[in-house]
């Protein structure tokens, strides 16, 4: 045999070797048993990484060398038809086997170093109700897939009464195996309620705010192994949707993952249509960093440096308690999240843009399934930072918007002159209250209500950690807009749209609008909220997942509306 047919005998054999482990890592077994995978593909120039995004579930990219991520069956088909190399690993919810609890008792003092059975979750939540009815009460917002419950623990000092109080929400382990949130949250209810009256911060907070704390968002993935214990949890629902994908998108769409919402998306669009949370934070695992708006485009959130100025707080108070090497991934522990891997129908964006909430995604351990062992040093690692950011809540500008002349609350518009963009200003809630968080500095605030003369308070100033208050009257009348002027001025091109169509807007003054598109037969297919401003650049709205046809725009301002025909090619 010559040496060049040896050769080529070797890298023959090489390639075939080759490809066959690429095929026979194909994980049918683990597709069909869980329905999702966790691998690993390296993370070179040449990736695409917004089209991976909008392929598989990325998970995390914590170096320049890889990144991890979850398929679902059709996910993955998809993802090999990129050609990139992967490697299949061990799923993160079966790693360990950890002590699980089936009856606990909330009026003596556990030690929290378990994880609770799925009924013993149920009664626990139930128990904290019947042992302090007075500020606390169990909500069952929604069943997920499986028909188990998602529930709130409500905690106020007049949990019965609404008053004029922001409103603040914790959530937990929406992906189902990043549970040390989880058992974290079960715990602060724990610590509010025990140490009401006795702590001077805890009574504060709960005097002047309306805590929502939602331990488990996803019971379906977090117990798929069975109610009795947390091992071979799972990222996905029970439907294998990730429901960290699941919201809708500023940028893209309604559904920008293909799929219907689920159930445990729905329920929680329900909640936040129904209450208007102030502040909010949603906790994951795979890392350790306070991750901050936006994940879905590289433009800054109009309040990037109150979210630094927090992030820093969390993540330097955290510091002080824990050891060193924790809680310090990319910047230090905080980063923006675009700036880290970009996603699309988040939870995180989904609040914030359209829903006016300032929430935040915290990675709050590098293992997703802890030892039940480890859960009370993260507990002391992190506790200091949950009651710090619900601090956050009560500062900032606050106050009530009246009719001047009958003193009844108006549900005004609050926006931040040459400051506020992409929905970032807030709208009073129908007792006429607002809150509004922002970083210290001095800012012209304009409030506006639809039949009434808007007003504009210049030089307001704002300091950290301090509550600045600003009660506004509002006349009857209008800014001089009629409804025949409206009409010209917006334009929607090009039309008809193929991927993308443009509102532009000529007018000369800030104009708050709810926008919305239907079909032919009415069905409102999306809306949102937004600020069209002079100078504004074009408002691209996403076609290219509508079906061709007819469809109808409405843009709505007070009572002046605007409407157009939009053709989908």
Partial sequence: MSKHLGFLLVFLLLTIYGISQKVSQYPADEL??????????????????EKISKTISVDHATNREWVYAYANNKELDEFLKLNISYEILPHPGSLINPLMKDHLNPSGNLEWDFYPTYEAYMELMFQFEQLYPG??????????????????????????????????????????????????????????????GNDQLVTDLLNNTEIWINPLANPDGTYAGGNGSVCCATRYNANNIDLNRNYPDPQDGQHPDGNVWQPETEAFMALADSLSFVMSANFHGGAEVFNYPWDTWPQLHADDNWWQYVGREWADTVHFYSPAGYFDDLNDGITNGYAWYTLAGGRQDFMN???????????????????????????????????????????????????????????????????DNNNSWITAENSGHYFRVLYEGSYDIKFSAPGH????????????????????????????????????????????????????????????????????????????????????????????????????????SGGLYYTNKIIVM
């Fill in 32 to 49: 069909t048993r869980r329905g999702e995978v966790y691998f690993r593909f390296e993370n070179t120039s040449q990736i695409d990484r």
């Fill in 135 to 196: 500020i606390c009460k169990t909500v069952s917002i929604g069943n997920t897939v499986q028909s188990r419950q998602l529930l709130c623990a409500k905690i106020s000092a007049n949990v019965n009464t609404t008053e004029a109080e922001p409103r603040f929400l914790y959530t937990s382990s929406m992906h189902g195996d990043e549970t040390t949130g989880y058992v974290l949250m079960l715990r602060l209810i724990d610590y509010l309620l025990k140490n009401y």
């Fill in 453 to 556: 003369k808007s007003k504009t308070i210049e030089m307001v100033n704002i300091i950290n950690r301090q509550s600045s208050h600003l009660n506004v009257q509002l006349a009857e009348g209008s800014d001089g807009i009629t409804n025949a002027d409206i009409q010209t001025l917006f334009t929607l091109s090009p039309n008809p749209a193929k991927d993308f169509i443009h509102l532009n807007y000529l007018g000369n003054q800030s104009i708050k609008c709810e926008i919305e598109l239907s079909d032919v037969k009415g069905k409102i297919i999306n809306s949102w909220l937004q600020i069209v401003e002079p100078d504004f650049s074009p408002i691209k709205i996403n076609t290219r997942n509508l079906k061709s046809g007819y469809y109808f725009f409405r843009l709505t």
């Fill in 353 to 419: 843009y359209f829903h006016q909430c300032r929430e935040v995604t915290v990675e709050i351990s590098t293992v997703k399934l802890l030892p039940e062992s480890e859960l009370p040093a993260f507990w002391n690692y992190n506790f200091h930072s949950f009651l710090n950011y619900i601090d956050q809540s009560r500062y900032g500008l606050k106050g009530i918007v009246t009719d001047s002349a009958s003193g009844n609350p108006l549900q005004a518009d609050i926006e931040i002159l040459n400051h």
